[in-house]
């Protein structure tokens, strides 16, 4: 697929780049920073070597604070770089923490190429350790906690109405979106405190990509009628946290009880290289994404995958580096999907006690107008007396009905199937009486629809008033034999 769509490419990349020969303007010249040889050389041997020793540190926290305390010594005494220039000017603090970055950079990327360890430890394809619940919060429609590595995502399930899709205003239309996912990473998820405000670019991307994941599973509306939402709360963050959202999402969609067609997991691979030489990292960690040259994030189920999102720091990537990746990808895919499984595995029979409830039934088109009423006068009494939350009507007929009580639900749906019933005659109906006239009584059989009847039918006994025989407010069984 991936040579296909490359070879498909090629005419559109050559459109653009016989426009741009036509255009004829060249590309700006960005400067790129360059640290002289010397003081990169020197700044390396002010870290004596520590720099291996503490990347051979496992734990993130014990890691960062030895290499704080080393870039403390380097920088303690900037008179040690005095006499060195970067571009005619004088050395500055902020070029001596780059070129330290530099250093870390080559140290990082020699222990993978030379010794085939990473920084935490791990091999090239070893993933962290998981740990997957489901259900942990006590009120939610549904829920979940998956953490892998210093990576945990809190998932939550919203399950709502028609009322609660999102309208989407775009260029080609308006549409109505009954899945969303939202992606929230606070600033406590990466030890700093700042403002929280609106959702940034990371954030619409990272659930943009975890929702795409999902939706590929995600039941038609005919079959769930349900308003979907999934928060993502990253609680905490070292790398690959809109994967960490997916696998917390597919959790918390079967703990709902939504009917997902399977679960699913994602995964990043990472990429260095040295020359033609190169290394592919299997979940990575935040420093490999900052010293790597690539983030491949794969999400899918055990039969394929539902989202890719790449992101490369070098020029190009070879296809055989991509199909190793996809690979790589599934093997350790089918090892999270196997740590998901085992604590749920399918879907939940039903939906939570706390969610809305949502019965359908089908009605002609041309009796939609009966069910509304005048002004909509008739489907809020049906709202009022039964208690249910809402009642949509689609153009084609079909009346969904949400309430989070199941008996006000199926009384709604008794009353909206009884206002487009047509009265058969010889069947026996439950009546209420609604109006008493001298030859009779009227009575409401179904909803909106009355009859009478006669004296000479309320008792096998001669009846001479009315009023002594029945009065309003009465309910008994009539049947219908004659329809004018």
Same mark, same amino acid.
């Given at each position: ?22 255009? @004829? ?5 960005? =400067? ?11 700044? /390396?041997?002010? &870290?004596?070597? !520590? ?8 734990? +993130?926290?014990? !890691? ?69 619940? /489901? ?25 709502? &109405?028609? +009322? ?5 205003? #775009?260029?080609? @239309? ?18 700093? &405190? ?30 769930? =009628? ?7 709360? %990253? ?48 979940? $990575? ?13 794969? #999400? ?43 604590? $749920? ?5 039903? %939906?939570?006690?706390?969610? =809305? ?44 009905? /949400? ?10 749906? !008794?009353?909206?199937? @009884?206002?487009?019933?047509? =009265? ?6 439950? #009546? ?53």
């Amino acid at each position: 697929a991936i040579r296909y769509g490359f070879d498909q490419l090629q005419p559109v990349l050559k459109a653009q780049n016989d426009f741009r020969k036509q255009v @004829g303007i060249e590309k700006t010249a960005v =400067p790129l920073f360059q640290s002289p040889e010397e003081l990169k050389k020197k700044i /390396a041997q002010l &870290t004596k070597g !520590r720099l291996t020793e503490i990347y051979n540190i496992d734990e +993130k926290e014990q !890691r960062e604070e030895a290499l704080g305390i080393l870039l403390d010594e380097v920088i303690g005494d900037m008179s040690a770089f005095a006499g060195y220039k970067i571009n005619d000017r004088e050395v500055t603090l902020a070029d001596i923490k780059l070129i330290f970055d530099q250093i870390e950079y080559d140290e990082v990327r020699r222990l993978i190429f030379e010794e085939g360890k990473r920084a935490d430890g791990r091999g090239l394809k070893d993933i962290r350790e998981i740990s997957a619940e /489901a259900g942990i919060l006590p009120r939610t429609h549904g829920s979940s906690l998956f953490t892998r590595g210093q990576t945990q995502s809190l998932g939550v399930v919203t399950l709502g &109405t028609r +009322k609660d899709e999102q309208m989407v205003e #775009a260029l080609d @239309g308006l549409s109505y979106n009954n899945f969303m996912l939202h992606y929230n990473f606070p600033s406590f998820s990466v030890g700093e &405190t700042k403002p929280m405000r609106g959702p940034g670019r990371r954030e619409i991307g990272h659930g943009a990509l975890a929702a795409k994941a999902l939706r590929a599973v995600m039941p038609s509306k005919e079959k769930f =009628p349900y308003t979907v939402r999934i928060v993502s709360e %990253i609680l905490e963050s070292n790398g690959s946290s809109s994967m960490a959202s997916v696998c917390s999402g597919s959790l918390s969609l079967m703990d709902a009880g939504v009917p997902v067609a399977n679960a699913v997991a994602g995964i990043s691979i990472g990429l260095v290289t040295r020359g033609k030489d190169w290394r592919l990292l299997t979940d $990575i960690m935040g420093l490999e994404d900052h010293f790597g040259d690539m983030d491949f994030k794969i #999400a899918g189920t055990d039969k394929g995958v539902t989202a890719i999102q790449l992101d490369i720091k070098i020029k190009n990537i070879a296809l055989e580096i991509l199909e190793k990746g996809i690979t790589q990808a599934k093997e350790a895919r089918g090892i999270i999907l196997q740590k998901m499984n085992a604590v $749920i595995a399918r879907p939940k029979d039903d %939906i939570s006690k706390y969610a =809305p409830r949502i019965v359908t039934v089908q009605i002609p088109p041309d009796k939609i107008g009966e069910v509304i009423g005048p002004g909509g006068k008739t489907i809020k009494k049906i709202i009022e007396e039964t208690g249910v939350e809402s009642i949509d009507i689609e153009d084609d007929g079909k009346v969904l009905i /949400a309430s989070t009580s199941n008996e006000s639900a199926q009384k709604a749906l !008794r009353y909206v199937s @009884g206002l487009v019933e047509a =009265p058969v005659i010889g069947k026996i109906y439950d #009546a209420e009486v609604v109006k008493i006239a001298n030859f009779g009584a009227f009575c409401e059989f179904l909803p909106g629809k009355q009859g009478l009847v006669h004296v000479s039918e309320l008792s096998d006994k001669y009846v001479k008033d009315v009023n002594q025989a029945v009065k309003v407010g009465d309910r008994f069984k009539v049947k219908v034999i004659e329809i004018d």
